[in-house]
């Protein structure tokens, strides 16, 4: 007999916001894309996490949820609770270099590069960066071009314009 962990779910909404977030014990493994749908966290852990069995618990993902919701209404710079990761070492470097950066600031692909000292992996970054489950809370939003220009994010370019026009107001 294998042994299935569980996963939890839930819907955070706002006036302006409307997204699945997934936790688990350990906890937030997954941050939902703007106005996507739960198969979208159900695909994530199809590929990602097959051996969870996901379940709806508002119980388990409210302290998640309303930092999330205060985060929204301009009340938090910053997330207290634990992320559970799941990738390869790279990924998880880049993934904690990424909360290394300010509230209201940017970095590039080549600042997450150099600061996990592998200056000549910008790409691979990238792709690390691509592959954040956790977003918002583990800022992918804040890296942009060595030009400035805002690039590929999973939640799509206008959710991405759109936290970083909440952090700059």
Known sequence: M?????????????RDWSLYIAATDKGLCFVGSQNEGLDEVKDWFDAKRPEATLVEDWDKVAAY????????????QSFDLPVDFMGTNFQENVWTELQNIPFGEKRTYTDI??????????????????????????PCHR???????????????PMKERLLGLESS
């Open 2 to 14: 294998t042994y299935k962990s569980k996963a939890y779910y839930g819907h955070v909404h706002t």
């Open 65 to 76: 949820a309303k930092e999330l919701v205060e985060y929204f209404n301009g009340e938090r």
């Open 143 to 157: 890296v942009v071009g060595k030009n400035g220009k805002l690039t590929g994010f999973r939640g799509g370019i």
């Open 113 to 138: 590069a150099e600061n996990i000292g592998r200056p000549g992996s910008v790409r691979a970054v990238g792709a690390a960066i691509g592959a954040n489950p956790v977003m918002i809370v583990v």
